[in-house]
């Protein structure tokens, strides 16, 4: 049963410090996503990859945030310096479009909840 | 305006009872539209698509009403199990394979 692989699942930290967060797409999948979740803003998307090149990273903090595919089995996802509106869960996804799912259709991790404290 | 509108409720609806829920959508060029269901802290998960001539799936169904740019689900017969958050999914017509979330209709079943 293929599935998305997150780490960590919970990560709280002090304001300042590196946050370093891992995705493993689905083997085969050519396309990767970054999301956030926060309640009051939902899910954001933060960048997207496809065949590991950046796509659109315009949602997100250029200053202080970070994302990149170093191999198609490997995501990752950087904040330096964390600050406290950080805060939230972050999710990977990853699709591969023309598969057999649903065009369009996105397979998410577990998720990664990151306090800053 | 945002780009996907959702009522994030609660929905608090009896066992049985038969709940609908609306999204609009603000691009008229989107072609894609999905229902995902997302778990108390899980992950979201695709419940079914939207098609033009609506679909429907056991309990489920979805309507696509391009005119007005709104989908909908319908749930019949509602179950404990279906209590989740109900996100509204559009596809961003300018970004490959780019989707746009709303904020999720949270709906809760009651004994």
């Known amino acids: 049963d293929a599935r998305v692989t997150q780490t960590p699942r919970d990560k709280v930290t002090e304001m300042g410090q590196e946050v370093t967060m891992r995705c493993q797409p689905i083997?085969?999948?050519?396309?990767v996503f970054w999301y956030r979740q926060t309640m009051m803003q939902g899910l954001e998307l933060l960048a997207y990859?496809?065949?590991?090149?950046?796509?659109?990273d315009s949602g997100m903090p250029k200053d202080r945030f970070s994302a990149e595919m170093p191999d198609a089995t490997l995501a990752t996802l950087k904040i330096q310096p964390s600050e406290p509106r950080d805060s939230a869960v972050y999710f990977c996804?990853?699709?591969?479009?023309?598969?057999?799912?649903?065009?369009?259709?996105?397979?998410f991790g577990p998720g990664t909840r990151l306090t800053v404290l | 305006r945002k780009e996907v509108e959702q009522d994030p409720g609660p929905f608090n609806v009896p066992e049985g009872a038969t709940v609908a829920f609306n999204c609009t959508y603000s691009?008229?060029?989107?072609?894609?539209f999905f229902w995902y269901r997302q778990d108390c802290r899980k992950e979201p998960k695709l419940l079914m698509s939207?098609?033009?001539s609506g679909n429907e799936d056991g309990r489920f169904t979805a309507q696509l009403n391009r005119a007005s740019q709104y989908i909908s689900l319908l749930i019949r017969d509602s179950k404990l199990s279906d209590s989740a958050t109900y996100l509204c999914?559009?596809?961003?017509?300018?970004?490959?394979?780019?989707?746009?979330f709303g904020i999720g209709t949270k709906l809760q079943v009651i004994p």
């Open positions: 939207v098609y033009s």
């Open positions: 691009n008229s060029a989107s072609q894609s």
């Open positions: 083997l085969g999948h050519n396309t």
């Open positions: 990859f496809r065949n590991r090149a950046p796509l659109d």
């Open positions: 996804a990853s699709g591969l479009r023309g598969g057999k799912s649903s065009y369009n259709e996105q397979f």
């Open positions: 999914v559009v596809n961003d017509p300018g970004g490959y394979q780019k989707v746009t």
